[in-house]
Structures are given as C-alpha cells and as structure tokens.
C-alpha cells in the first residue's frame, strides 16, 4: 500500500500531486514530498514524526494538528536573513527546496540537553517567574534574566536585513465571507450570483476547507470536486474575487477587516516586483462568518507526545494529503466522530487497536463502526497515559470497569469535541457565550453587518453548513441592494444516516499520570492550573497571566476553553459561570513586515527635498535631517570640519555675501476681505498697520498663553498676506489656524493655503548681498536702500519669471530673502551663485545660519520649545493690549508672569577658551549643582567666529535682572563645567547698524 | 473606523486627524471672568459614557475641520457636518 520512498504515504488518494515531487530538507536532512503537500504531511509521509522541543521544559514535539491552530509542529523557515521562526508546518505549503529547521534544541533536535528542564520541572512550574527570582534584585539582570532567555523560548528571529518586499492594499466589497468551506462557498456563491461584490478570503491554498479532509458528498459529486466546480464558477462572476492564501486577521470598527495574503510564501523566492506578503485593509458591508471549528486536545498524561493527533487531522491527513499517520491506532473520543475517522483509518489500512469513547456507555454509532473494523470497544472509558519518548509507543486505557490496559500503538487520534471558530466575532467586544447543547462557545453580539455560518455556529452538519451558508450570503447581498434566488445544495457528510448522540465534554482525564498538558505552547499543564488557583489565582483571567496560558503565538486555539473547563471542574461550577475569554487580533500571527509595508528604511516617511537640491549635492553639500526635510548643513571643503566650514561660511556672509537655502520655511498664503483681521487674531503683535508692500515679524501663542512659532509675514494688498513658519512647525501651524478659522471664527471671509512646496526661497546676506541682487532681479525693479528699506516685500522678476522679494534678515545682515515658484529654484540658485562669484559669494548651511542667529540672540527651536512664553523670550512687548488674540487671556494667569519665571539670557564663558554646551544645567555661583538649585539651562551654543570664543543663550531665571553676575553651567551627563557671564543675548552688533547698510 | 467628510466621502479613519470636545467654544474675551471661562474653555472635558460631540479634521483629504457625533463606546458614527457650518448655538 505504502510508497517506497515515502514510507508513510498512501498509494492513492489525496489532492497531492504524485507526479510532482519536490526536494526540501528538514535539520539539514534531505526529504522529499509532493506538490499539494503542506510541510507536516510531507514529514509525516517520510516517518518524520519528532520536529520540534516545546516552550519551556524542552519535551519532543509532533504534530498535532493539520491547521493554524497548531501549537506545537514550529520550525524556522528558510534561512539567512529570511529566516522566520514559529512557522507553523501544518500550514507551511510544501515548495521546491523549502528548507526548515526544529527551534529550541541544543544541541540536536534528538538530543537536546536542556529537556533536563523537564526533570527539574517542579522549579520552574506556573508561577515561577515571580516566586524564584524576587530577590537578589542584582541578579535578575545578569544570571536569570540570560538563564532563562537560554532555556525557554522559541525560534529565532532572521540575522539581517528582510531582503523581501511588503505591500498594503485596500479592497472594498458589498460581501466579504471569511472562510472557504462549504459553508462559505456556499454564502459566496449565493451572494455572488445576485451581482453583488464579494470577497471570499481563505486561509487554505485551496477552496474546500473541511470538505478536502473528508469524504462527503454535494449533489452526487465528491465534496472536493463540488469546491472545484464552485470555485469555477466564483472565478467567472465578474464581481467575485477569491483570494486563496489570505487570512482575515482582524474586524475593526466600520465594517472594515483586516487580511494577510501570502503572495510568495509558498514559493521559494517571491516573484520579481511581487512582494512577500500583502496586507489587505477591506471594507465590506456585510460579512459572513464562515471560519468553521477547530478540534479540542484531551488533556491526559504526556499528552503531548509525537503520534498523539487530533483526530480531524488524522483524517485530513488521510483524506487530503494520501498520508498515514501511523501505522497502529487507538482513537479516544467523546463525540460520534470517532465513527468516521475509523472508517476513514480502516480504509488507509492503518491498523485500529481501539476506540475508547470516554461517554458512559459510548454511542451506537461508535460501537457499530469498532464492531464493522474489528477495533476492540471501550465504552466509558479513558486514556490515562502515553508512553514513548520521541515518539509514541503505547497508551494506558482506564476502562469502565477500573482496569488498566495497556495497548501498543503508534497513533492517538483524539478528539474532545469542537470549538467554533468564533475569534472575529468578538474583536469589537462582543462577548462569546457557552451553549449547553453544543457544549461550545457560540458567538455572542456580532460586529455591526456580520453573520455566522456554517461550523462557525456550533453545528457542523453538511447540510445545515450549506444552508446557512446559501441563507446568509444571499440575505446580506438583500441588505445591499441585491436580489436572486436560494440556491440549495444536498449534501452527504460521512456520520449521516447514523443516530447520533450528543458530545460529552471532556477537559481533562481523572487519574490522568504524567504531564497532562492543556496548553501545549506555552507548556500549561492540568496541574499548573490546579497550583494557579490554590495560591490564589483562580479567576480566568488571572490563570491566563499565572501561567501563561493561551500566550503563545497560537493564542490558545486549542487551550482556552479547556482552561475554563479545568477551571469550571475545580471550582464545582458549570462553564457559562467561568465567563469567557477575550479574543483580539490579530487571529493569526502577522509578520511585522506586514504591517509596516513600505513604510521602512529610507521609505519610512517621505523625504522631502528642496527644489535646489540637485544643485546643493553637486556643491558637496553635507545633509542633515529637519523633520522630513534634507537640508544642507554645510559645504565642506577639502580638509575642513564641519566647524571650520561653518565658520568660513560666517566670515563670508558677514564679509560679503551667502546664500542659504530656506525653502523649508512654511509659507502659508492668506487671502480675502478678512486676511487682515484674521491675522491679528493668530498673532499676539499688531498687524493693523501693516502696509502693502511691507513686511512684519510676528508672533504667534497657543491658546494656553505660551508660544508657538514665529515668522515674517508679509503684506501684498489688504486682501492678499503671505506668512512663513518656521521648517518645524508649518504643519503644525497650518492646522492651528484652520483649526481658528473653520472652528472658532467660520464668519471671517479669509482662505488659507499651504503653499511651503510651491516657492522655493533663498536667503541672500551680506553686506554686497544688495549688489549681487542687482544682477539678478531684473532691471526695472529699484531696489536701493532708501527706496527699498529694511522690511519691504515687493513682487519682482527675474529673467521675467514672477518672484518675491523681501528685505529681511536673520543673520543681522543686511539680506533679503528671494522666492520664485519651485520649478525655477534650482535655476535661481545656480544664477545666484554664478553673479555671485564676483562677490566672492559662499552656500552656507544651516550650521552657519545657526551660529548667525545665535550671534544675534534670535530665537529658534532651543528657545521656541513650547515651555516659553513671549516675556520669557524678551518679546513680552510685543503682546498687544489694544485687540484680542488667541492666548491672551490665558498669558495673564499668574504663572505665566512670575518675574522669577526663566528668561533668555546670553552665557559667555569666563575662560575664553571653553566651551558651553546646550543642555548645561546653570546654578548660582557657589551653590551645589542640584536639582534643588537648579536655574536654567543653556538652550543653544556655538562658537562665535566674530567674537572667536564660544557663545550660548539660556533661560535663566530673573534672567532679566541677572546681566554680568557669574552663574555656573554644570553638564554632568558629559562631565563638564564652565563659569558663564551673564548678557545680552544679542552678541554681535547689538544696535543692528548691519541691518540697513 | 470610518468617516463620511461632507465634501469627500466615506473615508478612513487613517485620512483624519482626532482633536477632541466640539462642545466646547472659545468664551468672549473681554467677558467680566474671561479668564476663568478660558481656563474651562481649555481644561474642563466631560467625559460622557456614550455620544459625544467631537472635532475631526480630514487632515489628509480636503482639511476640512469636521464635527462628528460617536458615541465612544461603539464608536458608531450619529452625524458629521462641517465645523464652518454648523448651526450657531
Ligand atoms: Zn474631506
């Protein structure tokens, strides 16, 4: 019966593809299986049976199950730097050169030394973590901590860098059906045929779900092929999309769901420009539930060991994959399942020694299919233990009658019932509720437009599955405006035509012997929960953080409710009074990548360019980052620091000329009959006066009273203003003021646009900056000192394209600032530079502008850090008292006025050689540096090339009334300290004699 | 969750931006206690178990500032209308 090559497949049968073989390795072993194959069927084809050590006490694993909810079948995945640990194998779909490797061995998977864990297990029950290790604190850190990180745990992460792509999309439907069983095939089709959008998301990579694993019938084909006929006919309907390979992940609030595709997982590289994984946002207006039930372990003694499976997966194993799990079994069950997969066991020709039903006097369904195979019938009877170390030997049957009996076997198909697959169901809070005749939990409240179908709703019935389905699918295509016809499928499940008696619930085997695990990924045996609930810890929710039950990356598919029904036994109650456990996305593990999508590296945020970039790279520009922007720090030349650049650039502004870059700068553009009266209510300084062709510093306070940005403003007409921002905060302001006009002042007739992308804008400084702009700005245009003084906007050309030019300075200069719109900016720099060079003109960076503003005690981010109010930074004065604005009021609370609050100060070295560093803590002479004592801090410093000597501003408190008195400024974090004379903060040309030369 | 904007449609939550009470407004500045009226304007925040009345701005779509009614427990979305429209109290 068996293949040769892989002893443990069947001859026929299945959906893999004999035809196809495909070569992969598991440990390094060279193995081979067949396309249709996931990577457990392909092992367990070839008699790989152990493949992995669990979580904590390093017991050798198998595999349980043949689908997501596997909690113990986890390898690594490729390897390198796409290596991905915990993935599971029983999903992984086999593919030409997959390579796996077992997780949490040393040094071999066979032999493993720290399964010594298991000896001393009573250490390191539930609980330990915060009974063992609360003292010495010391040693947490440096044995513990690395004791256990050593000892427990999973897979590892890849070495380096994801060399694969990740991609985001959304996807918008009438109908989305999670599930692509019979159940959801059947709600998809109904609801495709009315002309609705549906989505059908399946997790599997191929349509069937619980049909492939079995041997029903659909109107007189195979089940297998009904799936195929209808997915045919899904694939046709122009509105259906089936996506194979995607996993709803989560519901979120607005009928929105998330989904993974696996686009490249089950190939060995992902195909060019396709990215490994696709995360799907998708928004329906219905959705149907269809996501089917998941089987429940038994917990009886080390039953956990390899060849103890589901018996749902024995079966699917059989049915889907052609594989024979074992060659000798024994079934324990408390539900009339345990018929089919009899029948389905006899017919592989596996050997059935026993069924033990553990029902009180069994079932007439079970007793009749032991009686038709020959298997020995224990009725009212358990498995108490499992014996074999890598792999099972023999198991010990308690039977009705109190013998012990033990039976040789290489297989366990067990099977505790059923749990619907009701995760979705309760991501929005909706809360799952017990049902004593399903003995399962069914769904409570359903997110908003969401119905269940299928297993899903506790009846796993063929027939009832393809009816709600069909009901289902076509209701919510009603609800969306659709309509068409029931259609009706009849349908032949393998127990049908049987008497049937009802499932008897099971958690845990009395007299069990051994490890009787619960939850198999996080290692939470029966007694951990037992421990849990003597020292106090016995609601469920505390059980689950105890003992870390349901933890792990299968989020307790197979342990939660078995928890509850542990829990239910101790405390004597029934299970609704344990209440029920929360479910939250996502329902299956996402890969971080996944999420992040393009969003990494480089493509983190966009990065935003000033038009002139190309320019400054080919100057030699050194970049730094200004929020998302790049701008030029500064232009190094051959030999230089970054110091000695800046500093040559300082000497060249203030000899000469430079121009720097500001495109940046917000520019916000304000029009229409109320741009003025608007203006004076975002600004705490007078705009009234402001005449066309002039332009005004302004400052701008939150509605609390303290700053929030600064920048010129400058007026075209009484209807026509453009303001800048400061590089950091234009978004920020941009907001502020929409926020005012939309919100708190809707009758005032002004437009706001954001217009910083638009202009690109170059300071051009000096004392010959005039000079160099004549040759620039096109000759029409008078810009001599008197008739074009310190302050005046006006619209000018250049080569005859339309530009702004405004005399302003930040560096004390006399400088202008010129903007032009952005396509021309690199343009415009170059033709600065050009007629410059007879200048001797200079780029400078934001390095020099910085020491520029510092030498002149203007403030910029250091100062402007939304802790200062206008006094604070000596700008009290211009606070109007004549109009009101946002934060005036609130700028009178007392606080806000102290005269001892912190002001702007200028610090100066005693020692003309040192230096001052931002963040320098500043304490009154003589004092100790303390917090107590604590005065200010330094905001801002530099080195001063006109004054060649470090300079620095701070906030300083009474720093007004402070002027030569000598403060200390103490870095501890660098370990330095230096005696500061307290000044002006305007160092350099305190008069501003510069500004109108 | 997901947001009708007046001017744009039915849009993502991920398109807005959160700012909080819509209840509240801005109190006449040259009022007898306008500083405590600002304070409370600022600070003071009920914090109702059910439907509240929120600004919104549709920061990435047409930035217009919005007013929506949720009710914060579902966030089941009662009304939105424009802030530059809303009926004067
Ligand atoms: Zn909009």
Known sequence: ?997 | MRIHCPYCGERGVEEYSYRGDATVRRPDANGPDALERFVEYLHLRDNPAGSHQEFWQHLHGCRAWLVVQRDVRTHAIESVVAASRRVAR
């Open chain 1, 1 to 997: 019966m068996m293949t040769e090559k892989q002893p443990f497949r069947l001859a026929t049968g299945g959906l893999v593809d004999r035809a196809a073989p495909l070569n992969f390795s598991f440990d390094g072993r060279a193995i081979t299986g067949f396309a249709g194959d996931t990577l457990a069927s392909a092992l367990l084809a070839n008699g790989v049976r152990l493949v992995g050590r669990s979580f904590k006490y390093h017991r050798p694993r198998g595999i349980l199950s043949a689908g997501v909810e596997e909690p113990n079948a986890l390898v690594e995945h490729r390897s390198g730097s796409r290596r991905e640990p915990n993935s599971r194998a029983t999903v992984l779909e086999l593919y030409d050169g997959l390579v796996a490797t077992s997780q949490n061995r040393w040094p071999s998977l066979r032999c493993d030394l720290l399964s010594v864990n298991s000896w001393v297990s009573s250490f390191i029950a539930a609980g330990f973590y915060y009974k063992t290790f609360m003292w010495p604190a010391s040693f947490w850190e440096r044995i513990y901590e690395p004791m256990i990180r050593r000892a427990a745990g999973l897979g590892r992460t890849a070495p380096a860098h994801d060399p694969d792509t990740y991609e985001k999309a959304t996807a918008f439907c009438d109908v989305l059906v999670i599930g692509g069983g019979p159940a959801g095939i059947a709600a998809a089709v109904a609801a495709g045929r009315t002309g609705a959008r549906v989505i059908l998301c399946d997790e599997d990579f191929v349509l069937g779900g619980g049909l492939l694993g079995d041997k029903a019938e659909i109107d007189g084909e195979s089940g297998v092929d009904w799936a195929r006929t209808m997915a045919g006919e899904l694939a046709a309907m122009p509105e259906v999309s089936v996506m194979g390979r995607t996993s709803v992940t989560g519901v979120y609030d607005g009928g929105v769901f998330g989904a993974v595709q696996r686009v490249s997982d089950h190939l060995p590289e992902p195909p060019v420009h396709q990215p490994r994984l696709r995360f799907w946002r998708i928004v329906a207006r219905r959705s149907i539930l269809a996501a089917g039930a998941i089987e429940r372990p038994i917990a009886f003694g080390n039953n956990d060991r390899p060849g103890v499976m589901l018996a749902g997966s024995v079966r699917t194993y059989i049915n889907r994959y052609g594989v024979a799990p074992g060659r000798r079994a024994v079934i324990f069950a408390n539900n009339d399942g345990a018929a089919g997969t009899l029948d389905d066991l006899a017919a592989a020709g596996v050997g059935v020694a026993a069924v033990v039903d553990s029902r009180d006097g069994g079932s007439a369904a079970v007793s009749a299919a032991a009686a038709r195979h020959g298997a020995v019938m224990h009725a009212g009877a358990m498995v108490t233990q499992a014996h074999g170390g890598h792999g099972l030997r023999s198991v010990e049957v308690l039977t009705s009658d109190r013998q012990r009996e033990r039976i040789s076997c290489d297989l366990l198909a067990m099977s505790g019932g059923w749990n619907p697959t009701i995760h979705l169901t309760s991501h929005l809070s909706g809360r799952p509720r017990w049902d004593e005749a399903a003995a399962a939990f069914l769904p409570g409240s359903l997110p908003p437009g969401m119905t269940v179908a299928g297993a899903a709703t506790g009846n796993a019935d063929l027939n009832a599955c393809l009816a709600s389905g069909a009901a289902n699918g076509l209701a919510a295509a009603h609800d969306c405006g659709f309509s068409g016809r029931l259609p009706f499928w009849r349908g032949y499940g393998s127990g049908d035509g049987q008497s049937h008696r009802p499932v008897q619930p099971l958690w845990r085997v009395p007299g069990a012997r051994g490890k009787a695990f619960i939850d198999f990924q996080s290692d939470v045996t029966t007694d951990d929960i037992d421990l849990s609930v003597r020292e106090g810890f016995g609601a469920a929710e505390h059980v689950k953080r105890y003992t870390a039950l349901g933890m792990a990356t299968d989020q307790g598919k197979t342990s939660n409710v078995a928890a509850l029904g542990v829990l239910a036994e101790i405390a004597g109650t029934d299970m609704a009074s344990q209440g029920t456990t929360t479910f939250r996305p996502p329902y299956t593990p996402v890969a971080i990548g996944a999420l992040a999508g393009h969003a990494r590296g480089m493509d983190f945020h966009p990065r935003r360019l000033s038009p002139a970039h190309p320019f400054e790279t080919e100057q030699g520009a050194v970049f730094v980052e200004a929020g998302a922007w790049l701008r030029a720090q500064y232009y190094p030349r051959p030999g230089e620091t970054w110091l000695q650049s800046a500093e040559r650039e300082v000497r060249t502004v203030r000899g000469g000329a430079g121009i720097c870059d500001v495109s940046t700068l917000g520019k916000i553009d304000i029009q229409g009959p109320d741009a003025r009266a608007f203006i004076e209510r975002i600004y705490c300084n007078n705009f009234a006066g402001l005449q066309p062709g002039r332009a005004r510093y302004g400052l701008m306070l939150r509605e609390d009273g303290f700053v929030l940005d600064d920048g010129v403003t400058m007026c075209f007409s009484d209807t026509h203003f453009v303001m800048s921002t400061t590089t950091a905060n234009a978004p920020v302001v941009m907001q502020h003021m929409e926020f005012h006009h939309q919100c708190v002042w809707p009758e005032l007739d002004v437009q706001l646009t954001s217009v910083t992308e638009q202009w690109a804008q170059f300071s051009v400084a000096g004392p010959l900056s005039r000079e160099l702009l004549r040759r620039v700005v096109d000759r029409q245009h008078d810009i001599a000192n008197e008739s074009f003084p310190f302050m005046s906007v006006a619209q000018v050309t250049v080569a005859g394209v339309t530009a702004r030019l405004a005399r302003v300075s930040f560096s004390g200069e006399l400088a202008y600032e010129i903007a032009i719109p952005a396509q021309y900016g690199d343009s415009l720099l170059r033709e600065l530079m050009r007629q410059g060079e007879a200048f001797g003109v200079c780029l400078y960076g934001t390095e020099a502008l910085a020491i520029m503003r510092i030498e002149k005690g203007h403030v910029a981010g250091g100062e402007l850090n939304g802790h200062t109010t206008a006094a604070d930074l000596g700008l009290g004065k211009m606070m109007s008292a004549k109009k009101d604005y946002v934060g005036r009021i609130l700028a009178q609370r007392p606080a806000l006025r102290d005269p001892e609050r912190p002001t702007l100060v200028g610090l100066l070295p005693l020692d003309h050689g040192s230096q001052v560093r931002a963040g320098a803590h500043l304490v009154a002479s003589g004092q100790v540096a303390n917090l107590e004592n604590d005065e200010g801090y330094v905001t801002s410093s530099a080195y001063s090339p006109m004054l060649g000597r470090w300079i620095a501003l701070g906030l300083l408190a009474s720093g007004n009334n402070r002027t030569g008195e000598v403060v200390r400024a103490c870095d501890p974090l660098r370990g330095t300290e230096s005696l500061v004379e307290i000044c002006s903060p305007q160092f350099y040309d305190p008069t501003g004699e510069r500004l109108h030369g």
